[in-house]
């Protein structure tokens, strides 16, 4: 191993040491080659250690697969990134007339999220409602309930599921096929991703995998790996390995997916004020080093993922079962750091 890997081996067993996770599985690919390191256990039960080749929820990094697609479809011609949302998807989303395809693609659109609901939010420990079915129209309806909560299109930036859910349902009205089947066909497939799935109900995830566990206020952790994540559906649904998400940054940034017009419109970003610049299902992080980082990063119960690549192609993909102590924004600087700079 070379220096800036042991360094970053490092730093995953410290998460693990600090009671910031259960476990951690960081891959990184370049020219200079690949690293593929593991800490921490595969379950608290058994204390066997993690796969370093496991499957995790990848949570939010679903929006990037999903604006990969509208975007394929804006260079169809089957859409345009100025149209409004009430064009494609009439009744839908109120004020869909004032909304456009951009501005759900990067969160300026004003729609109030719906995780922000009492028992909406697959980011807290939800009991055995974890395994209920939601319909995206039924988050729409929680979402859309006070229309108070919404604020002006275009007025700031402000992330949001809401916004995903209609990309989803943008997707389906405009291929009239499921958006998972459809990232399947755009993606998966021509791209090699064969260890990423969209799961719909089924509650589990695939072997290997870690557990992912939450912190109670009593400070026990519970097991939060199996649930039905269709409380998240187009937003941030999604199984993955660290393989497949750096295959998929290789190709998406390569300008393999997307036309180069459209791959410059997904990183035009906007402003905000959470360190990172935000395009089309895009985050742009810039590091002490002067690279930036480009990719999304995600969170569903049990799993923190993050997946990024740089402009000399070295890609990264991290995922952390969080434990009892909060995984920090230095920690993960730390270690895109170390294998950007």
């Known amino acids: 191993m070379d220096g800036r890997e042991d360094t970053a081996k490092a730093l995953i067993a410290k998460l693990v040491r600090e009671d910031k996770a259960t476990a951690a599985i960081l891959r990184v690919d370049g020219a200079a080659g690949s690293w593929v390191h593991s800490a921490g256990v595969s379950d608290l039960a058994s204390g066997a250690p993690v796969s370093p080749n496991g499957y995790f929820r990848i949570g939010s ?20 990134l100025t149209d409004p949302i009430e064009g494609h998807l009439p009744g839908v989303v109120p004020q869909g007339a004032k909304i456009t395809v951009r501005q759900i693609l990067n969160h300026t ?11 909406y939010s697959t980011n807290r420990w939800r009991g055995t409602a974890r395994f209920r079915h939601y319909d995206p129209h039924d988050l729409l309806k929680v979402a859309f309930a006070d229309p ?3 604020t002006a299109p275009g007025a700031a930036w402000s992330y949001s599921n809401t916004n995903y859910v209609v990309a989803g349902l943008l997707v389906e009205k405009l291929t009239g096929r499921p958006y998972g ?3 399947k066909r755009r993606i998966l497939r021509p791209y090699g991703l064969t260890q990423t799935m969209i ?3 089924k509650p589990g995830l695939p072997t290997p995998h870690a ?38 940054l290789t190709a998406l940034a390569g300008g393999r997916i997307l036309s180069r017009s459209s791959l410059t419109a997904m990183r035009t970003v906007e402003a905000t004020a959470a360190g990172f610049g935000y395009g089309l299902g895009l985050q742009e992080y810039p590091l002490p080093c002067g690279t930036k980082a480009w990719g999304h990063s995600g969170e569903l119960i ?8 740089s402009d000399d192609g070295t890609r990264m993909t991290l995922s952390v079962n969080p434990s009892r102590k909060p995984v920090t924004t230095s920690d993960i600087v730390a270690l895109a750091t170390t294998a950007f700079c």
Request: glycine letters at 10%.
């Open 199 to 201: 799961p719909g109900d």
């Open 302 to 309: 049990g799993y923190l993922t993050f997946a990024f690549t």
């Open 148 to 150: 108070a909560k919404s």
């Open 181 to 183: 089947q459809e990232i």
């Open 109 to 119: 659109s004003g729609l109030y999220d719906y995780m922000h609901e009492p028992g």
């Open 211 to 248: 557990h992912g566990y939450e912190a109670l206020p009593d400070g026990d952790l519970v097991d939060a790996t199996r649930m039905n994540p269709s409380l998240d559906w187009a937003a941030g649904e999604m199984i993955s390995t660290g393989r497949d998400l750096n295959r998929f």
């Open 61 to 80: 990094v679903t929006k990037l697969l999903v604006a990969t697609v509208l975007l394929q479809l804006v260079d169809e011609k089957r859409l345009s």
